[in-house]
């Protein structure tokens, strides 16, 4: 079926670190995959981080970058170095491009980062 | 601009007892509507959608119903909590007839005792 699988949180990283949380997918039903992530800052809704509709490219969004991978059917949300402001929950997502009210999520990472 | 309301914020809800959380959209007609769901430890899930007034797809089957009422609202709802219903809830929307991406609501987290 057609799955998300992300790093199991929480995560905690140290304010300029760097950051990797993995996210890989399993898009069998899906013709046309878009990956997406997601992010939840305390007290807020769920907004947009990046969109890649494209296997191959990357996104990019305050410093966060992911590569949509089709080989290793990945898309690793990447930041070089990390600030107190990003403590949030991470979603990596899977939609389908002809249908883009169908959206898997991840389980979420929850993210800490120490001042 | 287009705006989502999710109402309320959280709930403490004993088991057995009646739910309902709300979702209204301001600022976008017909749009298409969904609640997702993810329980402690889980996945984010969809349970219903609508399109049109009136008309509600459910795709997760988890004893919650869901109405549109109005071309802006939707409604989610139970009879009877379960524990298992614990857990956070969001309403998102898009535009009806366009290949727009989902746009979501802050959230309702339902605590049931």
């Known amino acids: 079926g057609d799955s998300v699988t992300q790093t199991e949180g929480p995560v905690t990283v140290s304010e300029s670190e760097s950051l990797i949380i993995n996210c890989t997918y399993s898009?069998?039903?899906?013709?046309?995959?878009?990956l997406f992530w997601y992010v939840r800052y305390p007290g807020e809704g769920l907004q947009l981080l990046l969109k890649?509709?494209?296997?191959?490219q990357k996104g990019s969004s305050r410093g966060f970058e992911a590569t949509y991978n089709k080989e290793t059917t990945s898309f690793h949300l990447q930041k070089a170095s990390v600030q107190e402001s990003d403590s949030a929950v991470y979603y990596c997502a899977l939609g389908d491009h002809y249908n883009q009210g169908k959206l898997i999520f991840g389980q979420g990472t929850k993210l800490s980062i120490k001042p | 601009a287009q705006t989502i309301h999710q109402w309320p914020v959280a709930e403490i809800k004993a088991v057995g007892s009646p739910l309902s959380l709300g979702c209204t959209i301001k600022?976008?007609?017909?749009?298409?509507l969904y609640w997702y769901w993810q329980a402690t430890g889980g996945t984010l899930q969809q349970l219903f959608y609508?399109?049109?007034?009136?008309?509600v797809e459910s795709v997760v089957q988890l004893n919650l119903s869901a109405s549109r009422p109005k071309d802006d609202q939707f409604i989610l709802s139970t009879e009877k909590l379960l524990l298992s219903h614990s857990g956070f809830y969001l309403c998102?929307?898009?535009?009806?007839?366009?290949?727009?991406?989902?746009?979501f609501g802050h959230g309702t987290k339902l605590s049931v005792l």
């Open positions: 890649v509709i494209t296997a191959g």
């Open positions: 600022g976008k007609s017909s749009p298409n």
């Open positions: 998102a929307w898009r535009p009806q007839g366009t290949n727009e991406r989902l746009f």
């Open positions: 609508s399109i049109t007034v009136g008309q």
């Open positions: 898009a069998t039903s899906i013709a046309y995959p878009n």
